[in-house]
């Protein structure tokens, strides 16, 4: 099998390029900087997809049966202008994709914002309607829609993997549960803005195997739920990695004492009926052993 992917230098990107790369995959990967991806055995195709000019032979020429596509350009620039610009970029890859070569199948990852930004909250399901007013998740939309059309025209298998709070080794340091390790490891200030907040928190490696089974499996186009089903209030996740590295959540403790964890509570989280009726004994990394995991190389 001949897989493509874009979003390789990322968070998720490398960890499933790494996880292809153990089983042997024929594997493309595509982008602006390969600099930072070291994995032998491995096709680079340097491509600036804003670039008008630039050149699809080689893909054309690898002829991919199967699209990963990770990437969106610019995190955390969520303008207007930035998510119209990966919109564009991403629709006119899969058209050149679907109309110049084999592709069977394309993978690309929505987001869990799509939900929250569409005033949905607690358990989301793929089947509800979502009206969305920010920018990101305007175009992540429209990249569904118009990609669903294309690729129903064509029938080619369409999976869209709406990612809820993917966390683990190589995450970015501001994100929530590196920045919280860093806090408690060098006694910082804790500063959590929404200590509240009810949020589906699953592991890199999760999601990794999740994607793979995607790859080898053959399942309906369509959207589909990543993350664990189960929501954890942000304070709880302070407690939790306070217990982590210092053996106890006395710190954690003291510092809600002093704050109103009742401030602006929105609790979303996944629904994964659909999921689990594809992939039969789904388990995920329990956060506890998640947080043990990422602390390994803090």
Not at 2 to 19: E, H, V
Not at 33 to 47: E, H, Q, V
Not at 227 to 253: F, H, Q, R, W
Request: glycine share 6%; proline share 3%; with cysteine.
């Amino acid at each position: 099998m001949k897989i493509l992917l874009s979003g390789g230098s990322g968070f998720i990107g490398k960890n499933l390029l790494n996880f292809l790369s153990q089983n042997n995959e024929n594997i493309m990967v595509i982008g602006r900087n390969l600099n930072s991806i070291k994995i032998d055995k491995l096709n680079k195709l340097k491509l600036d997809l804003n670039n008008p000019d630039a050149s699809y032979d080689e893909i054309i020429k690898y002829n991919p049966d199967v699209f990963v596509h990770l990437a969106w350009e610019g995190i955390p620039d969520y303008s207007e202008e930035n998510c119209r610009k990966n919109y564009f970029n991403t629709v006119k890859l899969i058209r050149m994709l679907v109309n110049s070569t084999s592709c069977s199948k394309i993978i690309s990852t929505g987001s869990c914002w799509e939900y929250n930004d569409g005033k949905i909250i607690g358990k989301c399901k793929e089947s509800q309607t979502i009206n969305p007013s920010k920018a990101f998740s305007i175009y992540k939309k429209k990249v569904f829609q118009e990609v669903s059309k294309i690729t129903k025209d064509k029938q080619i298998t369409f999976n869209w993997l709406r990612l809820f709070y993917v966390y683990g080794p190589g995450q970015k340091e501001n994100s929530i549960i590196p920045m919280l390790i860093n806090t408690f490891k060098n006694n910082k200030p804790i500063n959590i803005h929404y200590p509240s907040n009810k949020n589906d928190f699953i592991y890199v490696g999760d999601v990794i195997k999740i994607i793979g089974e995607f790859i080898s499996k053959d399942c309906p186009s369509g959207i589909y739920n990543v993350g664990t089903g189960k929501g954890i209030m942000v304070y709880e996740l302070l407690k939790i990695i306070d217990n982590v590295i210092n053996g106890n959540n006395n710190l954690a403790v003291e510092y809600l004492k002093n704050i109103d964890i009742n401030k602006k509570n929105e609790s979303f989280f996944s629904c994964t009926k659909k999921l689990k009726k594809h992939f039969d004994n789904l388990e995920f990394v329990d956060i506890k052993d998640g947080i043990n995991k990422m602390l390994k190389i803090f």
